[in-house]
């Protein structure tokens, strides 16, 4: 059991449309991270959250807006996505940002 | 960013047989791990290394940390068809930021 969900599991969505995805963690970790995955690319890191506070941006774009209201729990808001930002988003969670991290299941998005 | 040279890129083997992949980096890290990730799902971790020199087994997966603290390396003994999958390597420096390798496509014949 990996004791890090998100939800939806798949997602498709138009350029124009507004979807949130959602990460929770059931580890008692303090760190939260987002990721993207594409096809034979290494996993990009976009964004990282320490004690709620966001601490990292990998220079993602505006039109991904992450959202941390509390240490479990985690969201990427999503709008007027493109096509190449088609993708696998996994959370991922650690213990005070320095210990292996584990991942959730991913959600599987696709922008058409 | 940080690359991780992961290798081999894919390996087809027969059940039963050993294997082993690498992974190194042009800088030290602090910490490697190892994920196995199966199609449509999240990496999973396999075994998470802190020390130069350290050697952990976790079943029959066994890992290094290099002496040099610029590579790692993955080995499984008496491979089973269920060990199919996509091995990543991960290193890190300062924690919070992880470097990825790009996997290694395990597949098993039965």
């Known amino acids: 059991e990996t004791g890090v969900t998100q939800t939806p599991r798949h997602l498709v969505m138009g350029m124009t449309n507004k979807k949130s995805l959602k990460c929770e963690q059931h580890?008692?970790?303090?760190?939260m991270y987002w990721y993207k995955q594409s096809a034979k690319k290494p996993l990009e890191l976009m964004f990282v959250y320490n004690f709620k506070e966001q601490t990292e941006n990998n220079s993602v774009p505006s039109r991904f807006s992450p959202e941390c209201p509390n240490s479990s729990h985690l969201f990427l808001h999503l709008h007027t996505l493109q096509p190449e930002d088609s993708a696998l988003y996994l959370c991922?969670?650690?213990?005070?940002?320095?210990?292996?991290?584990?991942f959730g299941p991913g959600t599987r998005l696709t922008v058409l | 960013g940080q690359q991780l040279n992961q290798s081999p890129q894919s390996m087809f083997i027969q059940e039963g047989e050993d294997v082993s992949m690498n992974c190194t980096s042009s800088?030290?890290?602090?910490?490697w791990l190892w994920y196995k990730q199966d199609p449509g799902e999240g990496p999973v971790l396999l075994i998470a290394?802190?020390?130069?020199?350290e050697l952990t087994s976790n079943g029959r997966l066994t890992a290094q940390f290099g002496i040099t603290r610029k590579d790692s390396f993955l080995n499984i003994s008496a491979s089973i068809p269920s060990d199919v999958g996509i091995y990543f390597c991960a290193g890190s420096n300062t924690g919070n930021q992880f470097y990825f390798g790009t996997g290694t496509s395990l597949t098993v014949i039965p």
């Open positions: 580890l008692g970790h303090n760190a």
């Open positions: 800088s030290i890290f602090n910490t």
């Open positions: 290394l802190y020390k130069a020199g």
């Open positions: 991922a969670s650690s213990q005070d940002g320095v210990l292996a991290q584990y």
